[in-house]
Structure formats: C-alpha cells, structure tokens
C-alpha cells in the first residue's frame, strides 16, 4: 500500500515528479517548462503540454514586468484566487478579477454578451 501523502510541498513535489517522468521529452526551454509543469498540474490535463504556445521572449517580458510591480487583470476569479498575492506583493504587483463586478454583468447584459 502506498503511504498517503500529507504535506502540501511534498504532493507538490512528487506531482511534479510524475508530471516529468509522464512527459519526458518537450519543447519547452528550461524557463518555460516550469510554466506548463504547473498548468498541467493545477489542471490534471496533459494535454496542455502539446497545445501551449509560449511566444519567443514572452518568459523575459513577463518576468521584466512582475519584477517592475505590474498590474495584472485576470478574467476568472478562479485564476485570482490560485494566485499568491503575498509574493505579488513583494514585487509591488497587485491583481484583480472585474468579471463579478455589478457594472461589468449590465454592461455584458446590455451587449448581449
């Protein structure tokens, strides 16, 4: 019987391992497969590993931006949510999520949206 894991790091962890081991072999750089490690992590899908595209440079500018203190906008309070704010915060970033937001649900009302 295998042991049950219980330590968040250490799931985290071994998800990675099985995640790697699973793949093997990718297109990915050294700095963009952590990027779509944890997309197929967080999703269960492995499916992401032949269907994300990562612009050349997009890694480089991302990183340029968080580390200027950027504002970041997301579309589900789902993506908000899984975010860790705490190390946003320590590069000055903050992000939001208006999909809730009264004025943004009549505005897609009246658009038929």
Known sequence: MTAIIR???????????????????????EQEWPIVRR??????????????????????????????????????????SGVNKKRLADFGCRIACHVGDDDVAEQAAAEGV
């Open 7 to 29: 330590d968040p790091q250490a799931i985290e962890k071994k998800s990675f391992e099985i995640i790697d081991a699973e793949v093997g072999s990718h297109p990915f750089s």
């Open 39 to 80: 997309i197929v992590h967080t999703s269960a899908d492995y499916d992401f590993v032949m269907n994300t595209l990562i612009s050349d440079g997009a890694v480089a500018s991302a990183t340029a931006a968080i580390r200027d203190g950027c504002g970041i906008y997301c579309d589900t309070n789902m993506v908000l």
